[in-house]
Structures are given as C-alpha cells and as structure tokens.
Nanobody
Framework: QVQLVESGGGLVQAGGSLRLSCAAS????????MGWFRQAPGKEREFVAAISWSGGSTYYADSVKGRFTISRDNAKNTVYLQMNSLKPEDTAVYYCAASVLPPNYSGSYYYTSVYDYWGQGTQVTVSS
C-alpha cells in the first residue's frame, strides 16, 4: 500500500512554469512505476507522463512532449513534473499515480487501469 500526496499546483499565466511534486509514503517506492495524469472539467482523465522504476525511461503524451519533464528521486520517495511553456489547455486537476508492474512489463503506461494507487489531485490553472 502506498499513499500519494501531490503539491505545487496553482495559477500561472500562459508561457509560465510550475513544478508539481508527489510524495509517496510506504516502503519500496522504487518498485513502482509512477505516472501523472490530468483531468479537465467535463473530460476524461488523460495520460501526461510516466517514469520507470529507476527513472531511466520516461514517456510523454504528445501534447506535452518537449514542454513537460517527469523525474523521480527514489531517496526522497518523490516524483516530479516540471511544466514549462504552459498553455491554457493545460488547465486541469493533475493526479499522481503508482503502478505495481513486473520488471518484464512491456505494455502501455498510458491507461488509468495500469495504475493501482492515486493521489487526491492538485489544480493547475493557466490563464491566457
């Protein structure tokens, strides 16, 4: 079992930056694949980024590629999402998620069903 707590959301102007953090409690944080998702009002929750157990592999939605960077610090049990060049369409509640996957997993990281634990979310609002 792992508890996830997001922080770092807020209001920012278009073109600005924010860094989200997700602190995990519990043991063996390094055994989880970590992901970020977002959900805008009236829309389904969508994949933003994911990072492998050691941080050696990262995955991004096309809409954020080149602007967002996911990273993790296993010593601090924390995963980050650095968001640059923010756009109004990035406005959403951002969720951190953790997945228990086998080391030989070769499937997609893009689906909410892959993830076992979720945080409560943090609001990001980008004004034009």
């Amino acid at each position: 079992q792992v508890q996830l707590v997001e922080s770092g959301g807020g209001l920012v102007q278009a073109g600005g930056s924010l860094r989200l953090s997700c602190a995990a409690s519990g043991r063996t944080f390094s055994s989880y694949v970590m992901g970020w998702f977002r959900q805008a009002p009236g829309k389904e929750r969508e994949f933003v980024a994911a990072i492998s157990w050691s941080g050696g592999s990262t995955y991004y939605a096309d809409s954020v590629k080149g602007r967002f960077t996911i990273s993790r610090d296993n010593a601090k049990n924390t995963v980050y999402l650095q968001m640059n060049s923010l756009k109004p369409e990035d406005t959403a509640v951002y969720y951190c998620a953790a997945s228990v996957l086998p080391p030989n997993y070769s499937g997609s990281y893009y689906y909410t069903s892959v993830y076992d634990y979720w945080g409560q979310g943090t609001q990001v609002t980008v004004s034009s």
